[in-house]
């Protein structure tokens, strides 16, 4: 039985390619808005805190703060208004949900960063 669901939920979402992010990365998401019968993309970048489920029922949380007020919003990763997803920053986080970052504010809020090493730039 659940091969057979395993199935259709395979057949039944849509193949979105999007760049791997999990929690403590800083993405930007490009997201479609329509305003009566004009539509226009609002970009949205601030800091991964969670990635909930798989395929058709994915989503994710993206916090930023703005004008001094933390601002939180929830994507579903197979959501057709999603014109694009980019990947800002890797960060370093020992959590896959970081909830605790709320609370946290100025230099402390900060999150380790990932350093890419390329072998182009000498």
Request: hydrophobic share 35%; glycine share 6%; no cysteine.
């Amino acid at each position: 039985m659940s091969n057979l669901l395993d199935y259709v939920k395979k057949e039944l979402t849509a193949d979105v390619k999007h760049p791997k992010f999990k929690a403590g990365d800083t993405i930007t998401v490009s997201y479609k808005i329509k305003e009566g019968e004009k539509e226009r993309i609002q970009q949205f970048s601030g800091v991964v805190i969670q990635r909930k489920n798989e395929r058709a029922t994915a989503s994710f949380t993206v916090r930023k703060i703005s004008n001094g007020v933390g601002v939180e919003r929830i994507f579903p990763l197979s959501s057709p208004f999603i014109d694009k997803i980019e990947l800002n920053k890797i960060g370093i986080v020992r959590r896959a949900k970081i909830f605790y970052i709320r609370e946290l504010t100025g230099k402390a809020a900060r999150i380790r960063e990932k350093i890419q090493n390329n072998k182009d730039k000498k």
